[in-house]
Antibody
Framework: EVQLVESGGGLVQPGGSLRLSCVVS????????MSWVRQAPGKGLEWVAR????????YYVDSVKGRFTISRDNANNSLYLQMNSLRAEDTAVYYC??????????WGQGTLVTVSS | DIQLTQSPSFLSASVGDRLTITCRAS??????LAWYQQKPGKAPKLLIY???TLQDGVPSRFSGSGSGTEFTLTISSLQPEDFATYYC?????????FGGGAKVEI
């Protein structure tokens, strides 16, 4: 059974940092691209970042470029999102998802990040 | 960036109705389009990928069509468990983008 479990969310002050983790099981992690997608409270979905199987290519939405870094540890079946210089508008549930060429086919349950003083 | 416009953004429907949601892209995206269903407090669930391919385990009442800039998601006979919000996503070019969503309510 494919499983993705996010952790690391919480309350952080504006300007602060947070590192999200996503541990996967049930598939060969190193064979898939992976994505982070977020959803602000009461809003729609927003794609955040994507990383190639071996970590050699990374892509970001403009609003997080230079502040967020996606990375992975294939030995430990883990995906990460390092978030720096956090802003109120980064408040959202963050989902990790397995990426395919034409979709994201498996998603975690999400972890809530709240940026507030 | 490629913008995706979903219509309608909200619709009221009844069990048994045939329902169609449209997703229009601001430029051509070939067939790099996916449809997701999301219920409150839950993660999105993939329904359709590559514009028209049904994901394993998804009921056959769901179907997708289109290519280029215009796409549709059709539910042939709405069931109680289908009341949810539906999103399209383009995966043709970065940044990947989602439509604004279409909420289906009774």
């Amino acid at each position: 059974e494919v499983q993705l479990v996010e952790s690391g969310g919480g309350l952080v002050q504006p300007g602060g940092s947070l590192r999200l983790s996503c541990v996967v099981s049930g598939f060969t992690f190193s064979s898939y691209w992976m994505s982070w997608v977020r959803q602000a409270p009461g809003k729609g979905l927003e794609w955040v970042a994507r990383i190639k199987k071996d970590g050699s290519e990374k892509y970001y939405v403009d609003s997080v470029k230079g502040r967020f870094t996606i990375s992975r540890d294939n030995a430990n079946n883990s995906l990460y999102l390092q978030m720096n210089s956090l802003r109120a508008e980064d408040t959202a549930v963050y989902y990790c998802a397995r990426a395919r060429p034409s979709s994201s086919d498996y998603w975690g349950q999400g972890t809530l990040v709240t940026v507030s003083s | 960036d490629i913008q995706l416009t979903q219509s309608p953004s909200f619709l009221s429907a009844s069990v048994g109705d045939r329902l169609t949601i449209t997703c229009r892209a601001s430029q051509g995206i070939s067939s790099y389009l996916a449809w997701y269903q999301q219920k409150p407090g839950k993660a999105p669930k993939l329904l359709i990928y590559a514009a028209s391919t049904l994901q394993d385990g998804v009921p056959s009442r769901f179907s997708g069509s289109g290519s280029g800039t215009e796409f549709t998601l059709t539910i042939s006979s709405l069931q109680p468990e289908d009341f949810a919000t539906y999103y399209c996503q383009q995966l043709n070019s970065y940044p990947l983008t989602f439509g604004g969503g279409a909420k289906v309510e009774i």
